[in-house]
């Protein structure tokens, strides 16, 4: 059974950072585009970053770029969020998904998702 598995989520203050972590197994980790996504209450889930599947490629969301940095260790299986001077805005819950190459933020393509981790940001 595939399994991702994310997490690093919390509570922080605004222009505080946290690392999220999203592991994967029950698939060939390397075989897939990842992303990262996001939940807050009442709104629609939205797409915040997606790495290649080397890492060789990645794209932010405007309301993320400069601040947020996608990587990926594929020995480890494991997908990253690097998140600095984090906004209440960014609170949300952040799901972690695997999905075609070239899928990048087209949410309806992401076959395998996460459970999420929840991220508060206070201000």
């Known amino acids: 059974q595939v399994q991702v598995v994310e997490s690093g989520g919390g509570l922080v203050q605004a222009g505080g950072s946290l690392r999220l972590s999203c592991t994967a197994s029950?698939?060939?980790?390397?075989?897939?585009?990842m992303g990262w996504f996001r939940q807050a209450p009442g709104k629609e889930r939205e797409g915040v970053s997606c790495?290649?599947?080397?890492?060789?490629?990645?794209y932010y969301a405007d309301s993320v770029k400069g601040r947020f940095t996608i990587s990926r260790d594929n020995a480890k299986n494991t997908l990253y969020l690097q998140m600095n001077s984090l906004k209440p805005e960014d609170a949300a819950m952040y799901y972690c998904a695997a999905g075609p190459p070239g899928a990048c933020l087209a949410l309806h393509l992401y076959k395998y998702w996460g459970q999420g981790t929840q991220v508060t940001v206070s201000s």
């Open positions: 029950g698939l060939t980790f390397d075989d897939y585009n």
């Open positions: 790495i290649s599947r080397i890492g060789g490629s990645t």
